[in-house]
């Protein structure tokens, strides 16, 4: 069997073409250019490369990419003014929360305080309700990088078996919904999961987002199946997902690599939801 190892980057090069080429169309139409705020709070080196990555994919497709920073101390209420008054600034086109935020500001209450037209991340309320009913508008950006990778790879989603290990608001419960929109038969694992590999050696297609490196080994997967490894953990020997690759590769069919895969197309989805808000923005009376 070949194994296929998927060129995230290159799928990230498709996605961020066919943005610019919708910026351009949009802009030729309005003449107004995309601008995109980020909330960042407190002073967590570990989004600085994240922050970086998606404001040098922002300049190379021409969207202007501002930061709203607050220390650690902020209360959530003057986030959530400054948020009402993004929300309300016809220059702004789109907003997104740098994660980790503090402890005691609550994720949820920010997302729902984003108007959702304006949210890029699609975790309001009312974009993940919407998604709940197949009205799908802006899909959370690791979800639909999953969803690109499917496509792109051209693997067939309905009446596949699906696991998704992890259960978190930003990757798991969403990407659930949406595979099962597309009539896979998907099953979620967590911590509580009991035997984990009864689960997982019978997916054809396996997603993995637990954050714990190599913890994937040949038992765990099935012959041929498909894997998709969100993770991402650094270690000594540098960044590493959550799948034992040496272990894995002679069983497999393809294999998303850490680094190289989900990330640089989870950037790439944040760009496009960029341009679904601007749109949006443009068109209002079309949310
Ligand atoms: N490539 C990308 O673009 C991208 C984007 C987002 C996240 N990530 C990476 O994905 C990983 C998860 O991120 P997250 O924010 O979703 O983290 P999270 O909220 O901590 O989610 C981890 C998930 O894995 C589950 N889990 C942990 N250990 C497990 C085990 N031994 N067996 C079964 N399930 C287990 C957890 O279950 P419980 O909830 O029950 O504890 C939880 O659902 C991290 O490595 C992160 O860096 C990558």
Known sequence: MTLKIIDGKKIAGIIKKEASKELENLYNQYKIKPNITTIKIGNDSSSDLYLRLRDNACKEIGITSNHLEFPDDVTEKEIINSINKLNSDNKVHGILIQFPIPNHISANKLFKSIQPNKDVEGFNPHNLGKTLIGDESIIPCTPLAVLKILEYEKEKIEGKDIVIINHSNIVGKPLAILLLNRNATTSICHVFTKNLKNYTSKADILITATGIPNMLTKDFVKKGSFIIDVGISKTKNGITGDVDFKSVKDKINSITPVPGGVGP???????????????????????
């Open 265 to 287: 197309i989870t950037v790439a989805c944040a760009i496009k939801n960029m341009l679904k808000t601007y749109r949006y923005c443009l068109e209002s009376n079309n949310f």
